[in-house]
């Protein structure tokens, strides 16, 4: 005999129950499509999930997505040319974590956000490879505002253009203030099939890091 559920506010088992699916999703994951339930008090007229079925169900699809968006953060990389060895030195983790991560999908939350940020801004690998120092890191952002820019702010993944290393840039220079950027001058050549010169002086607002 099973047992009946009761109402968690008046304790009444007159509950009407009832299903409905949601859709949810996760970035570089994918989605996927859930059953949840809900439970209704014809006595008090309290909704809710009193069998508290639905956090198990959307807690182990959360999971399931961040997973499989780990594996695939990483075979885009894999994919694109990266090396996964050079990308731990690079970010300072231990050999075979990737691998690891790949493997069975299930880093730390700090971990799936440090692949969703170097999956989003691939050019974050280079300033780490500088060891995050301020100034390589603003030249390196610059640089890489420009590539959006010379190509007609169209978009392009950038963990592809990383990979293809098409910089369309023939010379950069910076002036710099302490630890600010006031000045850059950069010339632009196109390397794409559209003809795209300019020459500019941006007097930027001061970017400065606080140490």
């Known amino acids: 005999m099973s047992q009946k559920t009761h109402c968690p506010v008046c304790g009444s088992t007159d509950i009407s129950f009832s299903e409905h699916y ?24 309290t909704p809710g999930d009193f069998e508290e079925k639905n956090d198990g169900i959307i807690q182990s699809t959360v999971d399931e997505l961040k997973a499989r968006a780990v594996v695939n953060i990483l075979n885009d990389f894999i994919e694109n040319g990266f090396n996964l060895s050079s990308m731990e030195r690079v970010l300072e983790l231990p050999q075979r974590t990737l691998a690891k991560w790949k493997n069975t999908g299930k880093p730390s939350a700090a971990g799936v956000s440090l692949l969703k940020l170097i999956r989003c801004f691939p050019w974050l690998l280079e300033v780490a490879e500088q060891n995050f120092e301020f100034q390589s890191a603003q030249k390196i952002y610059i640089s890489t505002a420009y590539t959006f820019i010379a190509n007609n702010s169209t978009y392009m993944d950038p963990l592809k253009i990383k990979a293809e290393e098409k910089s369309p ?12 950027i006031r000045n850059v001058t950069i010339n632009l050549h196109s390397s794409t099939d ?12 001061q970017l400065t890091c606080d140490r």
């Open 22 to 45: 949601e859709i949810l999703s996760e970035s570089y994951g994918g989605s996927k499509e859930i059953l949840l339930f809900e439970n209704f008090c014809n006595t008090c007229e």
């Open 169 to 180: 840039f023939s010379g950069m220079s910076y002036t710099f203030n302490d630890n600010s």
């Open 194 to 205: 559209r003809d795209f010169h300019s020459e500019q002086i941006i007097n930027s607002p």
